[in-house]
Each structure stands twice: as C-alpha cells, then as structure tokens.
C-alpha cells in the first residue's frame, strides 16, 4: 500500500540537465522482461485512468506518472535535491509570486505529438478552472498562465508560494491540451485512453491486471523494463503472498515478517528498505457538536493510545512510535522541534491523563463505564480498510485500549474505495492516515491544517480532510508561504506555531514515523533506491514511478 499521496517540499539546488540526461540514458539498458508492480491493495479496478479523479485507477493504485509526468522529481529523502524532468529549470520572481520554467525540447506526447508550453499553461488553467481537478492541492493562480514560446511558461500568484514548490512542480501532472480541451468535466470524466510524456503507455485494461508498455517516443531514452504490469490484490496478505512467491518484482505495503517470507528466501536477490518518511496519524473529524469537536477530548484520545503496541503489534515494528504530540517526522525535522515537545507522548497508554484531561473538561464515567457529559457518552468510530491490514490491526488496538479507558472508541472496517471517498468528503469520524511527508514540516502542516484546501461536509477536499478551520494555522502556513527559504529564523518561528497548535488542539494525533514501504527483487532488474543511495522515495508510487524506473538497469 503506498502511503503517500504527496511529497515534500523544495531542495534549493538542482542536478544540472546534463547530469540527469546522462543518468537517464545511462539507465536505459536493453528491454526484454517486465516488472510486475504493486501499486496498491483493496481496490476495485475501474477502467479509468483519469489523474483528475481521485476514483480513478490510476489514482488508486498510484501509477499516474508512468503516463503522465511533472515538471521536477523531488528527492523527499535527501534535502536540496531535485531533478529536472519536463521542464530543465525554474525561477522565481516578484517577490516568490512569479514562477518560470524553461521546458525541456524535443519531447512528445505518446500519441506523436509535440509537447509544448502550451500544454502545462493549459494544466494549470485546468486546476485553477475546476477545483475538484485539483487533487495535488497545486496553490491557485491569481491569473492564466502565460507562454513565451514553445518552451517558456510563466505562472502568477497573489502571495509568494516559495514553500509550494513541490506541490506545482514535483506533485502536479502534465496532461496534452489537444486531449483535455475536448473533455467537459475533467474532474469526474472517464479516461481509457490516457496519452502522456511518460515512459509507458496503457496496453491493456482487465479487472484483474492492467499492462502497460514502453512508450516509443520517451523523451528518456528506452526503459530497461519493456512493460509494466499491474496485479490486482484483494489485501495486503494477498500481496504479501504474491511478493514470497517471485510473483512481484516490486511492492510497496507493510508485510508482517517480511524477512523471513520474502528477504531470508534469497538476500541475494531480495530486499527491503522502510525510509522513514511521514507522521502517521488519526485524524479527527472535528465539525459538529459531538465530543471530537472538543480539544480536550482529542487530547484525551491522544493520551489514551498506546503507540508501541501500534509499532510491534500492528507494525510489526517497521514504524517507530511518534514522541512528539506536535506531529514533526523525527528525527528527520528535529531541527524544527520546540524543546517543551520534546519526548512528551508517552509510548504507552496513560489512563490517569486520559482521567485527568476528562475530569477538569467536565466529563465523568456513566453506568456503562463511558465518559459522558451532559448525558453523551464519548464514542467515535475508526473509520480503516480492512485490506490494509496494519491499519485495521492499530484500529482494533486503539479501539480496544480507550474502551477499557472509557472511550467508546469501535473499528468500521470497509473497503479502500470507500475509505478514499470518504476521507476527501468528510464522511467519517476519525481515520488514520499518513501523512505527506517532506524534508520541511510545511508540507504536512499544510495537508492537516490548510482549510483553504479543505470542502464542505459531503464535498471532495484534497486536504484537510478533518475540516479542520484555524485562524492561527492559516496565518503560521500564510507567513510560511510568504517567508523565503533562506530565512530560516521566520520559517522556525512560524512551525513553532503550528507544532503548539497540533499539540494543544490535536487536529491531529501523532501515532507513528510511517515507513516508504519498498519491497523489491534485484533478479531481473538493479538500480533500486537504496539507504545508500536515497535518491527518490523508494516506493512504486506517483510521482516518483518515472525516476526510478528509468534509473534501473537490466541485471
């Protein structure tokens, strides 16, 4: 299951051309196998493949940048590190509200035709036209996109967007404007035929596996795999099963005992690596009047939680228990940690500061052993896919741990489209969720907190699924936005904020370090992201596909 739905913020100083040119071609060895990838577990298959729609397969399954690609690919491993890709370079201007990129020359769409300025002016109008297209959470524009030739396009903001880098150039996907012109409601259209700058075009749909092929006119050269296949995996065991019997070349999802049904089997061949990359949370649906609208009683719920059960029981111990109640990836982010948060969640459960919390709120226990106040009992649901069985397994322990506390807290196991619809409409109580990453706190905050990304009750939110509304967290992201990155006193000043607020308002409550869940076979293919060489999020996954995969090299 890849845990990411976006990654991280700006690296200062980029590879020149020529460097990742040579890496590329370098890369590009002779084709003649395939890689059989997992994209992700518990999804019905939809023959869409849609980037827009955050239903689509594509989406799902997290393979939208093997057709369609971005601008930059943003190491979210190693800080100040990206790679030009569509576009060769960028500067800001006017303050951080002008940005222009220089596009990169000779690249065509998998239909033949030329990719231009013309076609990333056009994607970005797109998602300033249809905010439910916007599934990247890409800043809007205060105006249309301008063009200066074929390989020149300018994008203009009302308020500097430093800090939204990643989200415009590394997250945000290039679609053709001779396909997208034609479609009339972008968001929601289904798309069978998806056409692409990527290293592989859509060869055939079933319910069961999608095929893709080497795009023959890649700008990148020739991919070392000559397909892509995409199994279907009902659960994580499934895959996991799959993974141990040579089926899969390339996973991404938390596999109990994994080295010793996968690596132990051949560690010549098989290999994991679980980088440290995100803040796993549960995330609380705080609208209405109900007891989770309440801070003290997140607080509560936060205390109540026994986060090393979650890491050995539910994790098997591949995700490290969180230490830290304002939600920063340690240690990764300790250079941004405010000194009094600091190792202060208990790694077990603290039943007495769950009583003490509750108390001074006003609540006391009721005949049926709940706090309850003015005759309402604390009871909430953790809303988790049954096939994402790590989470379904922190679910029950959670349930089962504020139960005996005196929180009603029961598990809702659905199925994984469910789940995705219901996080980006607000239909839940709570759900735990990874969070976005990033070698800056900003993109995280920005996820958990931006209510400008946010939607109503029972419309699409591409962030902020807990609808979560704060005047101090929007002016703490505004004032980082604003900030350029070399100011790192104001940028210190302005995570501080947003730490305290997630620590004191629990939006939020940090669970675990969530792991970039990468399982891969080197038989057939090397190449690879390794802890030696960290240069992508190792998971097969958007928007990194593309990178990695034409850094491999026939074995």
Not at 256 to 278: C, D, E, L, M
Request: with cysteine.
């Amino acid at each position: 299951m890849i845990r990411k739905l976006g990654v991280v913020l700006t690296a200062v100083s980029c590879l020149t051309l020529g460097v990742v040119a040579t890496t590329i071609s370098t890369a590009a060895a002779a084709s003649g196998s395939v890689i059989t990838l997992e994209g992700n577990t518990g999804v019905t298959f939809t023959n869409n493949f849609n980037p827009f729609d955050s239903s689509s397969f594509a989406t799902q399954l997290s393979v939208r940048s093997l057709v369609n690609e971005p601008l930059f690919e943003f190491d979210t491993l190693k800080a100040n590190t990206q790679y030009p890709w569509l576009a060769t370079s960028y500067a800001w201007s006017n303050g951080g509200r002008t940005l222009t990129f220089q596009l990169r020359k000779n690249v065509k769409w998998s239909d033949g035709k030329p990719f231009t300025s013309a076609d990333v002016a056009y994607t970005f109008d797109l998602l300033n036209r249809v905010p439910a297209a916007n599934v990247w959470g890409v800043p809007k524009m205060s105006g249309n996109a301008t063009t200066k030739g074929a390989y020149t396009v300018t994008l203009h903001y009302s308020s500097p967007q430093y800090l939204n880098i990643t989200a415009i150039a590394g997250t945000a996907l290039i679609v053709p404007e001779h396909v997208w012109a034609k479609v009339s409601n972008p968001a929601t259209a289904i798309i069978t035929k998806p056409v692409g700058t990527g290293p592989y075009e859509l060869s055939s749909y079933s319910s069961t596996i999608v095929k893709y092929l080497a795009n023959p006119h890649y700008w990148g050269g020739k991919p070392a795999a000559s397909g892509i296949n995409v199994p279907s995996y009902s659960t994580n065991t499934a895959a996991a099963t799959a993974l141990a019997d040579g089926q899969l070349t390339w996973a991404g999802n938390d596999i109990a005992n994994v080295n010793q049904i996968f690596v132990s089997k051949n560690p010549r061949t098989n290999h994991i690596y679980f980088a440290p990359g995100s803040t796993v949370t549960l995330e609380f649906n705080v609208t209405g009047t109900g007891p989770l609208s309440d801070p003290a009683v997140r607080q509560a719920i936060s205390a109540g939680i026994d986060r090393t059960a979650l890491s050995v029981k539910g994790e098997t111990g591949y995700e490290k228990p969180a230490t830290s109640s304002g939600a920063l990836i340690l240690p990764n982010q300790s250079a941004y940690l405010t000194p009094s948060l600091t190792n202060n969640l208990s790694p077990t459960a603290d039943p007495s500061k769950v009583a003490s919390i509750l108390t001074a709120d006003g609540y006391a226990k009721d005949s049926n052993g709940f706090y309850a106040k003015n005759g309402q009992e604390i009871k909430f649901s953790i809303e988790d896919p049954t096939a994402y069985s790590d989470y379904y397994a922190d679910a029950q322990l959670m349930s089962n741990v504020l139960q005996s506390e005196g929180i009603d807290a029961t598990v809702d196991g659905v199925q994984a489209s469910q789940w995705y619809s219901d996080s980006a409409s607000g239909n839940f109580q709570s759900i735990i969720h990874w969070g976005n990453g990033g070698s800056s706190p900003y993109v995280q905050y920005d996820n958990w907190l931006d209510y400008t990304l946010s939607a109503p009750i029972g419309s699409s939110a591409n962030s902020d699924y807990g609808r979560y509304n704060s005047p101090v967290a929007q002016a703490a992201l505004k004032t980082l936005q604003n900030t350029n990155p070399a100011n790192t006193a104001a940028l210190k000043k302005a995570i501080a904020a947003l730490e305290n607020l997630v620590s004191t308002q629990v939006p939020v409550a940090p669970l675990l370090y969530g792991a970039d869940w990468d399982e891969y076979s080197t038989a057939h293919f090397t190449g690879f992201v390794t802890a030696q060489n960290p240069y992508a999020d190792p998971s097969p996954g958007d928007p990194q596909l593309p990178l990695i995969l034409m850094h491999l090299k026939k074995a």
